[in-house]
């Protein structure tokens, strides 16, 4: 029989416990890097895939990927082990990660036709086995404390992890391709240095299996079936909430993202900057890739601050904030000249605050959403609610992804030419006002969620004396 204390009452975490939980968001967000910034470029100019046939790719497996989140959540909300139902997941998929993360950025002597059957099979696979790795592990917070300041402090440490991850990748990949490509070819070069990335994602997914423990148990004679499960999803509004303010916030991120280079290499171009009676030259590609480091950079600094922020206004009043200042902030940058290079940074320092204080908020606050669905239900499903958050991300991603092609076809961008006044115009609207609006949508939508930190604590306390009596009884 387990005791009281290790079932019921969880008190502050150790931080070695934390920094091991952040370091599979490091992992992932490694490939999330790679995916979102290096795929397009390796299949158009690595594998030679024509960019069209990529982009339908993108499309299809991405649908299907976000798709399949739900069910990966399924299976381990009903998996039962000695390590508990999502850890181990980190230890059986970690290698299959690795494996066909190398396969993905592999250059098999193929036909055109060959090439595409073999990307939509590696790319398919590997965000499967994305996916089978990050719901369980996504859920894994859910059930390392029932601490509202703690699973806050973890979704913290998760995102430092999640946006260091992907600073590692930015400062190193080139260099790395360019390094192994040298006396052979830069397909070679990033085949080598994805092996490398993969062998540090096997390593650090061991880490956490190892590093962590699932404490929150829930009842096994209070498990439903999933007819129940998703019977009861449906019926839980601050669910439907979360995910509409989930995937408009990575509408606004994914939009900026995709804008970025478009608008330095288009908008903005060289400039020479003068700082402190000093001059510089500066190329379009220099100061996107400056301003994209900067942006990933600030974005941790707002995670950092999301802890102690929401302990003193509460999740929802500190996400209300943070996506309002954003979609401000937004709107400004339109106003903002292409030659006011301090105002553009500033800004964007702004921007990474603001929006990275929401991102670790939106987790938290699921795992809020799973007990307020096992206080209302007596049932339990955890990896059910936590793999929604991962589809929304996958949504927002593909929806904001798909917008920034057909609006810069709509606005009559042609790549590699002098851009119509038009065409600088979408540019310009795409990375402030349209990306803004996606800020604005969240901070609509997140005005309706009605878990603040009163109602968390009635439900936190009822499920406890709940538990307590279950356990009086047993």
């Known amino acids: 029989m387990q005791s009281l204390d290790k079932k019921h009452i969880i008190g502050k975490l150790p931080v070695s416990e934390k920094v091991a939980y952040g370091l599979g968001d490091f992992a992932s967000s490694m490939f999330w890097k790679l995916f979102s910034m290096y795929m397009l470029f390796f299949y158009t100019d690595v594998f030679g895939i024509s960019a069209a046939a990529v982009g339908t790719m993108f499309l299809v497996t991405r649908i299907w990927d976000a798709a399949n989140d739900p069910i990966m959540g399924v299976i381990s909300d009903r998996t039962t082990t000695r390590w508990g139902k999502f850890r181990p997941y980190l230890l059986w998929v970690a290698v299959p990660f690795g494996l066909i993360g190398v396969l993905t950025f592999?250059?098999?002597?193929?036909n055109e036709s060959g090439k595409l059957v073999y990307a939509y099979v590696t790319y398919t696979l590997m965000m499967m086995v994305y996916t089978a790795i990050n719901v369980p592990y996504g859920s894994l917070m859910g059930v390392m404390s029932n601490d509202g300041d703690q699973r806050t402090s973890?979704?913290?440490?998760?995102?430092?992890?999640a946006f260091s991850g992907g600073l590692f990748v930015t400062a190193t990949a080139n260099s790395l391709i360019e390094y192994f490509s040298k006396g052979s070819s830069e397909a070679d070069g990033f085949h080598v240095t994805i092996t490398i990335y993969a062998i540090v994602a096997v390593v650090l997914f061991i880490l956490v299996f190892l590093g962590t423990r699932e404490r929150v148990i829930p009842e096994q004679e209070k498990s439903g079936t999933l007819k129940d499960d998703v019977k009861d999803l449906w019926k839980n509004k601050p669910w439907f909430i979360m995910l509409g303010a989930n995937i408009s916030?990575?509408?606004f991120i994914s939009m900026r993202d995709g804008s970025i280079l478009f608008y330095f290499k288009y908008v903005v171009g060289d400039q020479v900057v003068n700082v402190f009676?000093?001059?510089?030259?500066w190329s379009s590609a220099n100061l996107s890739s400056a301003y994209m480091s900067i942006w990933l950079a600030t974005n941790i600094v707002g995670v950092v601050l999301a802890k102690p922020l929401s302990s003193r206004f509460g999740k929802k009043n500190t996400f209300i904030l943070s996506a309002l200042t954003s979609a401000i902030f937004s709107?400004?940058?339109?106003?903002?000249?292409?030659?006011?290079?301090?105002?553009?940074?500033?800004?964007?320092?702004?921007?990474g605050i603001s929006s990275g204080i929401v991102l670790p908020l939106g987790w938290s606050m699921y795992a809020d959403i799973a007990d307020y669905s096992e206080w209302k239900t007596g049932r339990r499903a955890t990896g059910l609610v936590f793999s929604s958050g991962s589809m929304s991300q996958k949504f927002g991603w593909t929806i904001g992804g798909a917008l920034s092609g057909w609006m810069l076809s709509a606005f009559g961008f042609e790549p590699n030419v002098?851009?119509?006044?038009?065409?600088?115009?979408g540019i310009r609207l795409m990375i402030s006002v349209i990306a803004g609006l996606g800020a604005l949508m969240a901070f609509l939508f997140i005005r309706s969620y009605k878990l603040d930190e009163s109602t968390m604590?009635?439900?936190k306390q009822d499920l406890v004396e709940e538990k307590e009596k279950d356990f009086v009884a047993a």
Do not use: C, H, M
């Open 277 to 281: 009676g000093n001059t510089y030259e």
């Open 154 to 161: 973890l979704a913290s440490w998760r995102f430092i992890g």
């Open 418 to 425: 002098e851009q119509t006044e038009t065409a600088i115009l």
């Open 457 to 459: 604590s009635k439900v």
């Open 106 to 110: 592999t250059t098999p002597e193929l």
């Open 249 to 251: 916030t990575l509408i």
């Open 331 to 351: 709107f400004i940058f339109f106003f903002v000249d292409s030659n006011q290079i301090f105002t553009i940074y500033g800004l964007n320092i702004l921007l």
